[in-house]
């Protein structure tokens, strides 16, 4: 489990700092460990825990599995088209609601287009459909097999 933070605008000091490091690498670990780890007493830690809560520094606990963990499978397309412009094929992706993210690249693809979907099967029916779209070019699949890190979620 990890903490989610929202450390914007806010002047936290050293204690809430080693708290708020403490509880991302174990959102569960006990008062008393983190009362130990930062050397301040229990009730210290736990005031100051809700503050940040309170505040909206920290904004929540989660559990973040592994991809290997999660169901169905997720790929990134690496996406070559002829429109002038990036823009006017975006709308292709728009219609797949298996789409999390299309980013506009530098280099010699245009699009980086990350999917989760519920099954393999899925996934060939999406790349099958953006690869027989008109202004399609390229399409280079990218299995994700494994995740380690995902700074996108704190």
Known sequence: MT???NTEAFNLDKFDKAIIASLRKDARKSISSISDEVNLSRSAVSERIKRLENSGIIRGYQVLLSESQKE???AYFEIQHKCP?????VHIFQEIN???????????MDLLV???TNS???LHEIHEFIEGQNDITTITTHIVM???IN???N
């Open 114 to 116: 990350y999917v989760k």
């Open 85 to 89: 412009k990036s823009a006017d094929i």
């Open 3 to 5: 903490a989610v933070l």
């Open 98 to 108: 298996e789409v999390v993210t299309c980013r506009g690249v530098s280099g010699e």
């Open 151 to 153: 700074n996108l979620a």
């Open 72 to 74: 169905g499978v997720a």
């Open 120 to 122: 393999m099967k899925r």
């Open 146 to 148: 494994s995740e380690w």
